[in-house]
C-alpha cells in the first residue's frame, strides 16, 4: 500500500548551489550521500512532513546529468512511502503500470526503491521508497 509523499526530487547541476538556495527559504540538509549504485549525491532537507532531495550527477552519463541536458534543472521525480515495496509493484503492475525496475534496488539511506515510468504516469516519473530499518 502506498501511505503518503516522501520527498520530491529535484535534478541540479551544482548540490552546492541548490543547497544554498534551499537555505535562503531555511532548509538545512539532513543527510547528503554519495549513492554510487545511483551515480548522484543525493541531499536531502525536511520541509514539513515532506522531503526535498537534491540530486546532483557524480558521472557525465548519469540519469540525472542526462536529465538535466535534456530538460534542465527541476523536478526530477515524486516519492510516496510503502511498506510493502514488492507488493506495491506487483499491485501497480496490475493495473497496468509500466515499472522502470522488475526488482527493488538499493537508494539513498539504504531504502529500497522502484520506478514507475513517467509513461504511466502523465509524464511524472514516480518513486516508491521502502524504509530497511
Partial sequence: MIDRAH???????????GLALYRTLGLEPESVEDVPTEGVRAAFLRAGDVRVELLESLRSDGVIARFIERRGEGVHHLAFATDDIRGAM??????GLELVDSEPRRGAHDRLVAFVHPRSAHGVLLELVQDTD
Fill in 7 to 17: 520527498h520530491v526530487g529535484i535534478a541540479v547541476k551544482r548540490l552546492d548551489d
Fill in 90 to 95: 506487483g499491485r501497480l503492475r496490475a493495473a
